[in-house]
């Protein structure tokens, strides 16, 4: 019997924390030893610590934003790196028939793990472009802030002074690095999306979760033939933490980038409504643009 092992991707501030926690409530191995939570995920992350640090590596010998905030595919990799995403991949076959692992990070090296996984599973969690790049600047603001209510006296003047930017300067140096990343990411999800075979990517909202929980729970089951048992998402969902969506269109400088991102967010709507319709009707999932 070979292994059963869903990758686990998406833009950052998607969701993919949320979803990989429903899953490992489920009973999904996501990995001995999870990221811990913090500010901007307080119930934890649920990231293998291992495809964390080994992405993080080979971004920073690449000279690039260990975090993943890139703005282009990476357009080929060399023999090392494929030897250390295999070896890691082949000792978490040899230790587990069934796992996972979650990673935003995931998505700029696919054409590495379609080659020493092709029988694995990808769920791709979707969110829009608005409310992802909005996420993570307040993310981003809130953590700048958490840092200076530490600081106290002299060190706390001197951050006020020449350090602690006001949220709408935070917005405009940011937020368009952070579209032109989720253009990056989405693109090469979209390419990973046409390569796989009919059944092995699986698109999905947290929205839709809240709906239809069981629905998806059969499907990974039934036809990626996943060992977990259904723990309603509603108890892992939390409203209140979702933060209110600001207009980024006034911090975007290069306004082609907005088109082109509103242009992948419809692809991405139609790839996930035609993955429910599926699922629905008990079809394999092959997503198609229309």
């Not at 926690?21 to 293998?48: I, M, P």
């Not at 039934?222 to 048992?229: G, L, R, V």
Request: glycine share 4%; charged share 30%; proline share 4%.
């Amino acid at each position: 019997m070979s292994n059963r092992v869903m990758m686990i991707t998406g833009m950052h501030r998607s969701g993919t924390s949320l979803i990989s926690q429903w899953l490992y409530r489920c009973g999904l191995d996501l990995g001995n030893k999870l990221v811990t939570a913090d500010s901007g995920n307080e119930d934890g992350h649920f990231e293998d610590s291992e495809f964390v640090e080994l992405h993080s590596r080979l971004l920073k010998k690449r000279k690039l934003s260990k975090w993943g905030f890139v703005e282009k595919q990476i357009d080929h990799f060399n023999s090392h790196e494929s030897a250390a995403v295999e070896s890691l991949v082949r000792r978490k076959n040899t230790e587990h028939e069934q796992w996972g692992w979650k990673d935003p990070r995931t998505a700029l090296f696919l054409p590495l793990y379609e080659k020493v996984l092709p029988g694995a599973n990808t769920l791709v969690i979707v969110r829009g472009y608005k409310s992802s790049v909005n996420s993570l600047l307040l993310r981003d603001y809130k953590m700048q802030e958490e840092s200076y209510k530490r600081k106290t006296g002299l060190s706390k003047l001197k951050w006020n002074l020449f350090k602690r930017i006001p949220v709408e300067e935070h917005f405009r140096r940011k937020a368009e690095r952070y579209l032109q990343t989720w253009i990056c990411y989405h693109e090469q999800i979209l390419d990973h999306i046409h390569r796989r075979p009919p059944g092995r990517t699986l698109l999905v909202h947290y929205d839709d979760l809240v709906k239809y929980d069981d629905l998806y729970f059969n499907y990974l089951r039934s036809t990626w033939q996943m060992e977990i048992e259904f723990v309603p998402f509603k108890t892992i969902f939390k409203p209140s933490l979702l933060s209110e969506v600001q207009d980024i269109t006034p911090y975007i400088e290069n306004k082609w980038l907005l088109q082109k991102a509103a242009a992948l967010n419809q692809q991405f709507k139609i790839l996930k409504d035609d993955s429910l319709a599926m699922i629905g009707s008990g079809m394999p999932v092959k997503p198609c643009l229309r």
